[in-house]
């Protein structure tokens, strides 16, 4: 009983205080509703540009399902332009630099794509965008960065078959370079990741034959 007889005289002064300090009141409730209004607006705005940068990246799949790169290339790129930032923009990223290497433009797709990783993309994408950067690389014959790049791609995944794929790849980039005793280390990894499967025969092929001989 006392505790609510004490919560009415509590609502009471509020009332009395809202009353004498009216001007005030209204400030608040002012900047309430357009902190309030700015929010609601802002995530809708976000939703709708999502959505537009969706239909866009749809747009540009169809084109390059269909064979036409070209055409893919330039949606693509005027959705990066245009939808930066949002996560159908990122994953066109991706997307066009696979046409970039298709189309035998591997150096201008490794650039764009080391600018897209110190971008400090989403998580999904960041192991994908290092194993084209490998991929790229690779192509452009920059073998030990290559293989650098595909071993940051195995660190940035959580599953074991992809992991193990890039390190494969490191391993035989790796190779390309020269560079057996990190080949080696490469293919061990997998090794003692995997006791079984055609990913740990493989390493197990790659170490004997780097060893051969030594």
Known sequence: MAAAETIEGIDQRVIKWARANRRTVTIVLGVIAVVVGGA???RAATERRENFAE?????????????????AASDLARLI??????????????????????????????????????SGPRTEFRA??????????????????????????????SYAGVKNQHLLDAGRAYTMAGDTASATAVY??????????????EALIRVSELTKGT
């Open 128 to 157: 994908p965008a290092s194993g084209l950067l490998g991929a790229a690389l690779e192509e452009a014959g920059q073998f030990r960065e290559a293989a650098q790049s595909y071993e940051r791609a195995a660190e940035a995944t």
């Open 81 to 118: 332009s245009t939808y930066g930032g949002t996560r159908a923009a990122q994953e066109a990223t991706l997307l066009l630099a696979q046409i970039r290497l298709l189309d035998n433009q591997a150096t201008i797709a490794a650039a764009d794509l080391r600018t897209f990783i110190e």
């Open 55 to 71: 239909r866009a990246l749809q747009t540009a799949r169809s084109a390059a399902e269909a064979g036409n790169l070209p055409l």
């Open 40 to 42: 609601l607006f802002w």
């Open 188 to 201: 061990q990894r997998i090794l003692d990741l995997a006791r079984s499967g055609t990913d740990s025969v």
